[in-house]
């Protein structure tokens, strides 16, 4: 969950992403799951002329499993705390998997 | 201090420091280590990229401020 | 109109127009075309029409049904019944049900009368009227949906739960074979749909009307049926009826609220045979069906004939048939799974589903998002601080001191407050510029009188660390601990966690215990001293080479108290030079004679963390700890090399600085003064003749006015602060070329350079504040004796 909230904190943001194809896709982050499948608007090829694919595409749905990487603005990370955030044995805990 | 160390630990050790991590698809990646959880997604700051192709000399160097990198595509991690 | 749904004006309007009837037949059986089937009447045994008459179910049923036992009675029926030859159980057991039902409430009979008028009447219906019709219908159109899975509720009774929650989830039990529930407005008149032979409870007596043990709801219909079996209208009244009736009773077995035949009773006709049963049973009639009446019979005022509603059956547009049938498909395909799982069953799914998004501790999954929201406001949304009701990042900011602003403005904090500090030094001297040159000239004996003995006394008492240290040193002669990296990391990472949990108990508690947080930082366990191998420092003087271990110092000094800082004070001074900052820190190592990028990168870190917790720190010591810290660092250090790291000059200007404002205050007796004088003379002694070497000699590095060199004149001006005038004397004479560089470069600014105007300031500043020490100013071109 520790990204899914990071990535909460970058919505309205424009990141580009990186699909395990090559594919690089820059747009404004508009939503974000707790699968990281992403939510981009306004968006635009940035290796397009390798991928004309979505050259009509404005808005789109990236299924988190074919994210390579997602570059940011480092201005919109506290790192800080996002280091803070990852020791937080939280994440790890089975307890918290679980309340059934 | 800290009992059973995990592999999971490793990493921590390594936040706010340089890390190497190898990639799929012939990929590695070096930066400062910001963030990371247990599927390996992680957040490098700092980052250079480096992909190999098939002639093992002709090395593309990308440079990164700030990225995520999702777990799936990770091989190992190691301290530099 | 038949109760459960059933129109038994289907099979009558089979006989009259048999391609409609099989039409919507057809869709029942989901692409069956029987309108080609050539084996229509082998299938049903004999035509439409016959089986009208011939199965009249009221009399036959009576035997059959009382025969046999409530579940098998169905089948049993069917079989024999004239249709059953050849038939396959579903077929026959749907219409064979059909006629059991309405033998058993008594609807028999008049069915038959009622269904050749309404179909034949139905045809005629122009388009807008079909409309009218479907739009009247709509509203109602749903609860037959509804009302069609009802009677398999029934029959789910006996396998499931009570009726009334199931009413139309449930699927059918293994063995009734349930047809695709026909369209609405079809179905009514359809047999085929018609649900299995009953094998719950409810309809179990099928003796027809005389069925007392029926829960209530249904003497009722029965009565209305054998009050008026003849008349269609009847007919048609008792199914409204009887759903009336379980409905208001709802929770009785045979809740088979007929709401479909609604649209039927739309008709004119309908209508007009509602007031008949309604002056009977007005008690039964419910509100809504009336409405139901009322708004349907508003459309049909445009339609002159009755049973307006039943057209559409056999006038169904493809379009509309398509709209059914996919309907209908909807449905069956809903009702394919239902019921499989009970209420236990789901509960538990959601349960586990909702345990995969929600946690015990909301925020604390969110955290990073939640904090973040706090610390980085949004410009559209500002809201105070204050007002956040977000108390874990409230405390987490409270704690991690995260709020001092960014990494800049905290290190401009840090700089500003140790030239705050200079400034208030020099301005208390200043203030006793008469009281010092009287001491001085007249106590010259005084001043240099019991050196040597009272600072190794101090140092005895405030170091318990160093006496701890030596004692340890002993130890570690023997067995020398000696860390690898991961050790340090480890350690590090430890700290951090500890420090954590730390902060987290101060959320819930007031009391909070800090031992198991001292013990981590490991400062007593492995003593070492400045020279030591790299491996065998103590590890928490490596981990402060550690950019992470500088972020988390502010935080951490808040949970020692002012013993465990003094100890950790001495531990420092005595290690300075393994300090990554200090050992690497000096440009005098280099052969460029500049400092790497990367100790610059945290000789940074230190000024803007470390540095700033050492003021605060050395702020609650006292005088004689302050001399002891000193004699500690010249003892262990070259003081000479450490003079030339920015951090090492940093740390000297503020122990000195601080012990001048102690002294200014005045309070100092006469024995503490002497001891800081000969530790003053210790010190001065080592940087003596070496003093220019704190300047960076590179050139790049050479103040250009932007504040680079404030560090080395703070320290000029503490030192010389310290001196008496011979000491302040070889200062000067030491950095008489770096003042007349000062000056050059501020005469360089051009005073027509607006936006470079403040590094002539500057740099004069800087330059003044050593001067004024000596009670000397300084513009551009001249120094002067400071007036006033």
Known sequence: MLFFSFFKTLVDQEVTVELKNDMEIKGTLKSVDQYLNLKLDNISCTNGNKYPHLQSVKTLFIRGSTVRYVHMSPNSVDCTLLQDASRRKLWFNPQSRMIV | MSTKEEPLDLIRFHLDEFVLIKLRGAREIKGKLQGYDSHCNMVLSEAEEYIYNDSNDDVETKKTEMVFVRGDSVILISPI | ???????????????????????????????????????????????????????????????????????????????????????????????????????????????????????????????????????????????????????????????????????????????????????????????????????????????????????????????????????????????????????????????????????????????????????????????????????????????????????????????????????????????????????????????????????????????????????????????????????????????????????????????????????????????????????????????????????????????????????????????????????????????ITELMNVESETRALHDIDTSKLWDSLKVLEHASCSGDPEPEVNPFIQCLNYNKMLKILPRLFKFLNREQILTITTLIMSNLENLAVIKHGSYTTYANKRVPENIAHLVDSYSMTFSKVLMNAVLDFKFNEIIGLLVILIEHNNVSFVSTTKIGLSILTTLLSRAELIIGEGTISATDLSEWSSCYDELFTSLESRIAAIFPPHPEDVDDGSSRENYVWQFLATLSLGGKLSHQRIIVDEVRDEIFGVMARAKDIDPADVANLYKKQNLLNNLNMYLVVMGLVADENEIKELQS
């Open chain 3, 1 to 495: 109109m038949s109760f459960f749904g059933f129109d038994p004006t289907a099979p009558p309007a089979g006989r009259n127009n048999n391609k409609k009837e099989v039409y919507e037949f057809q869709e029942t059986y989901e692409g069956l075309d029987e309108a080609d089937d050539a084996f229509n009447d082998e299938t049903f045994g004999t035509s439409t029409g016959e089986i009208r008459k011939d199965f009249d179910f009221g009399a036959g049923a009576g035997a059959g049904a009382g025969a046999s036992a409530p579940p098998a009675a169905a089948p049993a029926t069917a079989s024999t019944g004239s249709v059953s030859q050849g038939v396959s159980y579903a077929q026959a057991a749907a219409p064979t049900d059909d006629e059991f039902m309405q033998d058993l409430w008594g609807t028999n009979t008049p069915i038959k009368h009622e269904q050749p008028i309404a179909s034949g009447e139905r045809k005629i219906l122009s388009l807008e009227e079909i409309e009218a019709q479907l739009t009247a219908i709509d509203p109602s159109a749903q609860p037959p949906q509804q009302q069609q899975q009802q009677p398999q509720g029934q029959f789910m009774q006996p396998y499931m739960m009570p009726p009334p929650q199931f009413g139309y989830m449930m699927p059918p039990p293994p063995g009734a074979y349930m047809p695709p529930p026909p369209p609405p407005q079809a179905y009514g008149q359809m047999p085929g749909w018609m649900p299995p032979p009953p094998m719950g409870v409810p309809p179990q007596p099928p003796v027809g009307q005389p069925v007392p043990q029926q829960s209530q709801p249904q003497p009722i219909p029965n009565t209305a049926g054998s009050v008026q079996p003849a008349e269609e209208s009847q007919v048609q009244e008792g199914a409204p009826e009887t759903a009336v009736d379980n409905s208001v009773v709802s929770s009785s077995p045979p809740k088979k609220v007929d709401l479909s035949h609604f649209p039927v009773l739309g008709s004119k006709e309908a209508h007009d045979a509602h007031h008949q049963p309604h002056r009977q049973h007005q008690q039964q009639q419910q509100q809504q069906q009336q409405q139901q009446h009322q708004q349907q019979h508003q459309h049909n005022h445009i339609a002159p004939l009755q049973s307006q509603v039943h057209p559409p059956q056999h006038t169904l547009t493809p379009e509309e048939q398509e709209r059914a049938a996919r309907r209908q498909e909807k449905v069956s395909r809903i009702m394919k799974y239902s019921g499989i799982m009970n209420p236990k069953d789901k509960d538990f799914v959601t349960r586990f589903q909702l345990s995969q998004i929600v946690t015990e501790d909301p925020y604390n999954e969110d955290f990073y998002a939640q904090v973040y929201k706090v610390i980085h406001p949004k410009n559209d949304n500002v809201q105070p601080m204050g007002s956040t009701n977000n108390s874990i990042a409230q405390a987490y900011l409270e704690q991690s001191g995260h709020r001092l602003g960014g990494r800049y403005k905290r290190a401009d904090v840090a700089l500003q407050r140790m030239q705050q500090q200079v400034q208030k030094a020099v301005t208390v001297a200043k203030e006793r510029p008469k009281l010092t040159q009287y001491a001085k000239e007249g106590a010259l004996g005084k001043i240099s009188f019991g050196t040597g003995k009272k600072p190794r006394q101090q140092l005895e008492i405030i170091s318990k660390a160093a006496e701890r240290e030596r004692a340890g040193e002993v130890k570690q002669d023997k067995e020398i601990t000696s860390y690898s990296k991961k050790d340090i990391l480890n350690i590090l990472e430890g700290i």
